[in-house]
């Protein structure tokens, strides 16, 4: 056991997967002798030697068609793009080849790969560096959206991803990548895609959250459950699609009612499609309509606004009280 942060952990991950099969290597722009920008593949080009990790052209659709081509053709391939807002270029190779190709060839090929993306915002960066549109992908037939909260998920979800058949949409939520440390295991092991975790049980709601929105729903929990005396069951959704309804149903089915976090603006968001779906199957035992908190619909701000545009604990706690005024 190592105690890690979040990157720390992913290139971990990395490293172990790579130590493990041969067919895994890295590509991306500055993931090879800067270590990325935001250093998770450090150390990797060192130990792999540079035709495993691959510095490439500023290209995204480049990177992934590369991808598609690899896969396809039996390597593992772990294409990074450096921030959420620029992987819009390669969308379409996303969307017309690698979420389709199993469907479209019949089963005769899959697309083994591990797509790499940050994303989030809160970090003071520059425009367009700090999207959450995790529903473009979401939306995506064939494609696995996966977000951890925490470096022992990051890795073992990483390891997941990497042994999954099919394509895995990877997204690091940025803000949380040095913000904590964790005990996390030195070996291989794996967390399960498509599986929620209960962070938190409780009897009185139900709040469903992932990425960095989870550590800071946790933290007004606790002061709500201490003020108000209320008992907050907290779920880790970890795998955005196919995302685990059986945990969240149960929950809703216990608590009766249904809060759900998320750092993507509110219209369209998968809150939307959590809060259909648990309507659709939890309306007899709901106490309350299921209350979503989320980012205003506006672009993400830059520097003096941006704290203000994703949930604050402010909106959060007024979001978990508005189900229990109902």
């Keep these: 056991m190592s105690s890690k942060t ?23 722009e500055d993931v090879g002798v800067n270590g990325g920008v935001f250093r998770v593949t450090e150390g990797l080009l060192e130990q792999f030697g540079e035709e495993r990790v691959i510095d490439t052209p500023l290209a995204e659709s480049g990177i992934l068609g590369t991808s598609v081509g690899l896969a396809a053709n039996g390597m593992r391939p772990i ?33 083994p790969m591990v797509v790499r993306v940050p994303f989030g915002g809160r970090i003071r960066a520059p425009e367009i560096h700090s999207d959450s549109t995790e529903t473009y992908f979401a939306h995506t037939p064939g494609l696995t ?20 058949e099919d394509p895995v949409i990877f997204l690091e939520p940025m803000r949380i990548y040095r913000a904590f440390r964790e005990e996390v295991p030195d070996e291989y092991y794996t967390v399960p895609l498509r599986k929620a975790t209960v962070v938190k049980e409780g009897t009185d709601v139900t709040v469903i959250s992932w990425g960095t929105m989870v550590r800071e729903t946790w933290t007004v929990i606790q002061r709500l ?45 998968l809150g939307a499609e959590i809060s259909a779906r648990i309507h659709e199957e939890c309306i007899l035992q709901l106490e309350a309509p299921v209350a979503r908190v989320a980012s205003f619909d506006v672009p993400p701000p830059l520097f003096q ?22």
């Design 6 to 28: 979040l990157v720390q952990a992913i290139n971990d991950g990395l490293r172990c997967a790579m130590a493990r099969d041969p067919r895994v290597i890295l590509l991306g």
């Design 145 to 164: 959206v996966v977000v951890p909260s925490n470096p022992y998920d990051a890795k073992g979800l990483l390891l997941a991803s990497v042994e999954s």
């Design 225 to 269: 459950e201490q003020e108000r005396g209320v008992s907050v069951e907290l779920i880790d959704l970890r795998t955005l699609s196919p995302w685990d309804e059986d945990t969240v149903m149960t929950s809703v089915n216990k608590t009766g009612r249904a809060v759900v976090v998320h750092e993507a603006v509110a219209h369209l968001g």
């Design 305 to 326: 606004l941006e704290d203000l545009h994703a949930p604050t604990p402010q909106r959060i706690s007024a979001g978990i009280e508005k189900v229990f005024a109902f």
């Design 79 to 111: 294409p990074e793009i450096q921030f959420m807002g620029f992987i819009y270029p390669g969308f379409e190779q996303l969307v017309s080849h690698v979420a389709r190709l199993r469907m479209r060839s019949r089963g005769r090929f899959t697309l």
